[in-house]
Nanobody, 119 residues
Framework: QVQLVESGGGLVQPGGSLRLSCATAGVIFSVTNMCWYRQPPGKQRELVAVYTGGGNVNYADSVKGRFTISRDNAKNTVYLQMNSLNADDTAVYYC?????????????WGQGTQVTVSS
């Protein structure tokens, strides 16, 4: 059974930092594309960052230069380091996994972790 478990969310002041973690189980992590999405209050879910199993990284324009996605294949974990946070970063952050070679094309979501940026 596949599990994605996020942690690291919370309340932070503007300009502060947080690091989110997403621990996975049940996927071959090294060949799984990992993403972070977020859903601000009252808005659609949006892609924040991607780290493919092949090593490619990409970011939404709104977080470039402030957020860094990384992965530890030995720990089956993906991270999102978030710096210079502002109120627009307030959202529920979700981890997403897309195995590259799943013949059924399945994908998986974590339960989400709340990030609130407020003074």
């Amino acid at each position: 059974q596949v599990q994605l478990v996020e942690s690291g969310g919370g309340l932070v002041q503007p300009g502060g930092s947080l690091r989110l973690s997403c621990a996975t189980a049940g996927v071959i992590f090294s060949v799984t594309n990992m993403c972070w999405y977020r859903q601000p209050p009252g808005k659609q879910r949006e892609l924040v960052a991607v780290y493919t199993g092949g090593g490619n990284v990409n970011y939404a324009d709104s977080v470039k230069g402030r957020f860094t996605i990384s992965r530890d294949n030995a720990k089956n974990t993906v991270y999102l380091q978030m710096n210079s946070l502002n109120a627009d970063d307030t959202a529920v952050y979700y981890c997403y996994a897309k195995p590259r070679f799943d013949p059924l094309g399945r994908d998986y979501w974590g339960q989400g972790t709340q990030v609130t940026v407020s003074s």
